[in-house]
């Protein structure tokens, strides 16, 4: 049965598209059968792996709102071993549309109950909001990243994910785990990058993981060519912190790639 992982933080620009598609495009090169969900009505994960969301015509929105399956709309990648579930901007409307439905916090893990089965991870990428559709991506999750950005205020709004995760964790999703704090956008020549990771670790201790992502050009360059950075730069630093992490997770969750026997 696949892990499902859910990328949040309420707090925009700190890496959680970035992280969804290149962590899970890392994963599938390590030849892990891995699904990408893209959870957010900007549809940049859509985007960044090559799909244009004004041609999706059913996305995760009609799956959690109209009973679509799951499997009708899964699309292939560049990279092997990788799918998507897309997203478009429909999916604004989703939470006003569930706010009266029965059970409205576990449409997504319904949902995605009928294809766990068939992957080794499934990596949600969440909307910088804690709206309901986040807390459907946290209910249907084994565990959480939480990406924090390198530089001031990155702190900021994490203790308020924080004690959103405590109450999923209590009234909806027991077995929900943190499975790191990730560290990225960091610049090695900022004192105030260093600061911030120094302070995260002293904080959060064992819960931060070992990599940190770098700010990288290519990170940034590699969605506009429909492209996860290991297809478009597979030597860059970018495209190598998310093969770490990648590898970092794996080992975590006790789980060996066919490269690793």
Known sequence: MGKV???ANQKGGVGKTTTAMNLAASLAVLEFKTLVIDADPQANTTSGLGHDPKGIENSIYECMVDGVDISSIILNTEIEHLQLVPSHIDLVGAEVEMINLDNREEKMKNVI???KDNYDFIIIDCSPSLGLITINALTAANSVIIPVQCEYFALEGLGKL????????????????????LLTMYDVRLRLSNQVVDEV???FKNLVFETIIPRNVRLSESPSYGLPVIAFDADGKGAVAY???AHEIAIK????????A
Not at 162 to 181: A, F, S, W
């Open 162 to 181: 924080l004690n959103t995760i405590k109450i999923i964790q209590t009234r909806l999703n027991p077995d929900l785990e943190i499975e790191g704090i």
């Open 253 to 260: 969750n006790g789980m060996k790639n066919t490269t690793d």
């Open 201 to 203: 670790r002293m904080h």
């Open 5 to 7: 992982i859910a990328i």
């Open 113 to 115: 109950a009928k294809v």
């Open 243 to 245: 093969l770490n992490l």
